[in-house]
């Protein structure tokens, strides 16, 4: 698409919001995205984002299930204010003011670690319990048939991480966690920093979920080291994490990996060639692999395993 077609998309979703009519949408800018369309849009001395969900998103997106997600972390300070949403996906929240997006590199910063620590475990202790529950098996499993039906290999070297995935699997049933609302994709890019308050944007995915499948998560994406998964945990817990939580971390840090490899030859098979998605799923394997494989990681799980 053009930007002169984005523009147009921008236009007709502005006419359908009360409050924003009489804007100017021709000095609008563009913001960041990958399925959606967002545009910063200022209007009668405010900010606001405009969220144009993505061509065919509600065909694996629950509208309704985010927008409660998105009006209870915002209701619990840690998304930014939600003040329309329609059926269709289509969102407009106030813009976070002098505040940067985050990226791998930004998080280098360990004060913004901590910060997004704390704002995690604001989000999973204050927000009101989600519509769903995020259930990280069945989603690998049905990942599996899905390759399976179409007659797909798996990502190369799957064969070799079975049976580390099911030592792992075995690990993280032998426990009961309370599940928390939690982001579920939790990117650096869903972060929002001023400095001194963090926000966490984008509850697209977001359901009730082990709280340490946040943190896994936001460690891989952000490439973290031991030391900045230190700093993240310590913020989380307000002090040192014991030694199960640690190996629940850590577990979800491989089991991430080997979800989104999956998740890429799906992508791969089905023809998306928005990047090299084959490439992709095996990258994000060979990671886990190598996580799973390390000495260090049998002892994780069986300190979650000694609980």
Not at 97 to 113: E, L, Y
Not at 135 to 156: H, T
Not at 192 to 221: C, H, Q, R
């Amino acid at each position: 698409m053009s930007e002169s077609d984005f523009r147009r998309l921008l236009s007709e979703a502005v006419g359908r919001i009360d409050f924003l009519q009489g804007a100017d949408t021709s000095n609008a800018v563009r913001l960041g995205g990958l399925t959606n369309i967002n545009y910063r849009v200022d209007h009668k001395g405010e900010s606001f984002v405009v969220r144009i969900p993505g061509a065919k998103t509600g065909e694996y997106i629950n509208r309704q299930d985010e927008e409660f997600a998105a009006l209870s972390a915002a209701a619990a300070g840690v998304n930014t204010e939600v003040v329309f949403f329609a059926v269709d996906g289509l969102m407009v929240t106030r813009f976070a003011v002098n505040s940067t997006t985050m990226n791998p590199s930004r998080f280098k910063d360990h004060g913004a670690v901590a910060r997004a620590g704390r704002l995690i475990r604001q989000l999973h202790q204050n927000a009101e319990p989600f519509k769903t529950d995020f259930k990280l098996f069945p989603v690998i499993d049905d990942y599996k048939s899905n390759l399976e039906r179409k007659g797909s290999p798996m990502p190369a070297r799957y064969q070799e991480a079975g049976p580390l995935v099911a030592a792992t699997r075995e690990a993280l049933s032998s426990v009961v966690v309370p599940l928390v609302p939690s982001h579920c994709d939790p990117l650096c890019e869903n972060f929002l920093d001023t400095g001194d308050k963090m926000f966490l944007i984008d509850f697209e995915y977001a359901g009730n979920a082990d709280p340490m499948w946040d943190l896994g998560d936001l460690s891989v994406e952000g490439g973290f080291d031991f030391e900045q998964d230190q700093t993240l945990l310590e913020s989380y817990f307000g002090g040192a994490p014991n030694a199960a939580d640690v190996g629940r971390m850590v577990a979800y840090k491989a089991m991430c990996d080997v979800l989104w490899s999956l998740w890429g030859k799906v992508q791969d098979v089905d023809g998306n060639q928005v990047e090299d998605f084959a490439r992709y799923a095996d990258n994000r394997l060979s990671r886990a692999l190598n996580l799973m494989q390390d000495s260090a990681y049998k002892s994780h799980l069986a300190a979650i395993n000694a609980v």
